[in-house]
């Protein structure tokens, strides 16, 4: 079986690949101040609870934007399963072409999903993942990566709004029934929610104005749901779609 791990800021995402199909994935809080040891007792408790042992993953690859757990996951991975895992870096076969001015610029989740887009929607692709940041990727119809735009995450500016206005209080950040709000809760939450659907729905038409192609719009990461469901612009919410991209890029390299 495969194992395959993003690695975020805020949230680390992992998945087992087994016969072509993902039978199990978890999220846990990133966290830089864990053990390898720490790390492997999480990671070998949730295999557990799928009746899957350390043997069973014979392979892994994975994606980290957090470069202080590089080394304590290829620790993890040397000592709990005896292999080394695929770390999608410079040198690493990706089928994506990085138009960029300087390609090591790319994050590597956003190579990845570049790669599983491509793969799953063909294109061209606009890729819209909500996590701490709020990124847009732009995969041409070919799967070459053109692109793209990085505003800050819904959560973040949230968590600004709480802590530079005394005043307000923490809100949930889900969408109210109206934009017109009737209390300081409900104003807050059409600000942040139907502000980022806003936010989103412009920079998707300014994309697609600038490729002079109609491309297919994917949502993935923690609040690709809560957006889709205020907007008819995205035409496909895929949580995995990271996973999916570390299991073809893997696949590329060893076989």
């Known amino acids: 079986m495969l194992l395959a791990i993003d690695i975020g800021n805020t949230v680390t995402t992992l998945g087992v690949f087994g016969d072509n199909e993902l039978r199990a994935t978890w999220h846990l809080a990133t966290n830089i101040d864990r053990m390898a040891d720490e790390h492997a007792a999480?990671?070998?408790?949730?295999?557990?609870?799928?009746?899957?042992?350390?043997?069973?993953?014979?392979?892994?690859?994975?994606?980290?934007?957090?470069?202080?757990?590089?080394?304590?996951?290829?620790?993890?991975?040397?000592?709990?399963?005896?292999?080394?895992?695929?770390?999608?870096?410079?040198?690493?076969?990706?089928?994506?072409?990085?138009?960029?001015?300087?390609?090591?610029?790319?994050?590597?989740?956003?190579?990845?999903?570049?790669?599983?887009?491509?793969?799953?929607?063909?294109?061209?692709?606009?890729?819209?993942?909500?996590?701490?940041?709020?990124?847009?990727?732009?995969?041409?119809?070919?799967?070459?990566?053109?692109?793209?735009?990085?505003?800050?995450?819904?959560?973040?500016?949230?968590?600004?709004?709480?802590?530079?206005?005394?005043?307000?209080?923490?809100v949930e950040l889900a969408a109210p029934k109206q934009a017109i709000g009737s209390n300081t809760a409900s104003a807050m939450q059409s600000g942040i929610v139907f502000g980022y659907v806003g936010l989103i729905e412009g920079i998707i038409a300014r994309i697609q104005r600038e490729l002079g192609d109609k491309a297919k719009v994917v949502a993935t990461g923690g609040w690709a749901e809560t957006i889709a469901r205020e907007t008819a612009l995205i035409e496909a919410v895929n949580p995995d779609l990271t996973l999916i991209g570390l299991r073809i890029i893997y696949y590329m390299n060893r076989d």
């Open 42 to 170: 999480l990671l070998l408790n949730l295999l557990g609870h799928q009746n899957l042992t350390p043997s069973d993953v014979t392979k892994a690859a994975l994606c980290c934007v957090v470069p202080p757990l590089l080394a304590t996951y290829d620790e993890l991975f040397q000592r709990y399963f005896h292999i080394s895992p695929l770390v999608i870096a410079a040198g690493v076969k990706t089928g994506v072409r990085i138009r960029m001015e300087n390609p090591k610029e790319v994050g590597a989740d956003r190579i990845a999903n570049a790669a599983a887009a491509h793969h799953l929607y063909q294109g061209p692709v606009i890729i819209v993942d909500l996590g701490t940041a709020t990124t847009f990727d732009v995969v041409s119809k070919e799967g070459d990566y053109l692109g793209g735009v990085i505003a800050p995450g819904i959560n973040t500016a949230a968590e600004a709004l709480f802590t530079q206005a005394s005043m307000l209080p923490r």
